[in-house]
């Protein structure tokens, strides 16, 4: 492997999350280029996510075995053979499952707490699959109550159970069985603690300590959707 190639937590989950960004857009504002592009009269056809957030459409590695895991094969053979939600769906799961593969792929090195902490984080941002169904996942963590969560109703705790944002109000929401301590700051990676104050993001759903990314309880009162500071310095590019 290339020495840039991702080898921390954070390194693994920054790479993982700009190839789902790709992905997601591919399989939702894109759509209609991608969907184009998957003719199922060209050879068999891959969907990659790169870490620059740039999606293609493309034929797999010839190198056997590739660098690295490669995506679902012939994605597009079954593009007029289905109706075409069933067919973006199905590509979504693959997506996903390609997603873990990639960032366990890089995690091979990594210790089991680290293992489980990148896990996390990743397991913290819906799916490709929930984003392009349009079924949105329950936000399992942090569990905090009303009073140490952030802002308003986007994303008050509902019996200990975080909101997500506004648009998903109407969703229903599961009772949370996993353990607060496995949630981890988006910005310094440490763990969830039912004493300090943490804010989601609106747009990549991510958890930060308060202070780590300069938002008080009260300031956040004031926001009605919140961006982080990662997703600010995107929506500047």
């Known amino acids: ?66 660098e690295l895991p490669e995506p679902a094969l012939g994605i597009n053979f079954a593009r007029d053979g289905m109706n075409r939600k069933d067919w973006l769906s199905l590509v979504a ?30 397991n913290d941002l819906p799916t490709v699959f929930e984003v392009v169904t349009g079924r949105k996942p329950v936000k399992d963590k942090p569990m905090v109550e009303s009073a140490s969560k952030s802002r308003n109703s986007a994303k008050r705790s509902i019996d200990g159970q975080p909101r997500s944002n506004p648009k998903l109000a109407d969703e229903s929401y599961e009772d949370d069985e996993e353990e607060q301590g496995d949630t981890f700051c988006g910005s310094c990676g440490g763990g969830y603690n039912s004493d300090e104050f943490w804010i989601g993001c609106d747009m990549c759903e991510r958890w930060y300590h308060g202070k780590c990314v300069k938002i008080t309880p009260a300031k956040a009162e004031t926001i009605k959707f919140y961006k982080c500071p990662s997703c600010q310095k995107k929506a500047r590019q």
Not at 25 to 48: G, I, M
Not at 94 to 116: M, P, Q, T, V
């Open 1 to 66: 492997m290339a020495s840039s190639s991702p080898c921390t937590v954070e390194e693994i989950f920054k790479d993982y999350s700009a190839r789902r960004s790709a992905l997601v857009r591919a399989l939702t504002y894109d759509v209609d280029d991608f969907y184009s592009q998957c003719d199922p009269d060209k050879e068999n056809l891959c969907l990659y996510g790169h870490p620059n957030e740039s999606w293609e459409v493309a034929l797999p590695a010839e190198e056997v075995p590739p």
């Open 93 to 122: 799961v693959h997506s996903d499952c390609w997603l873990l593969s990639i960032a366990f792929y890089f995690g091979a090195r990594l210790n089991r707490n680290e293992r489980k902490r990148l896990f996390s984080m990743i």
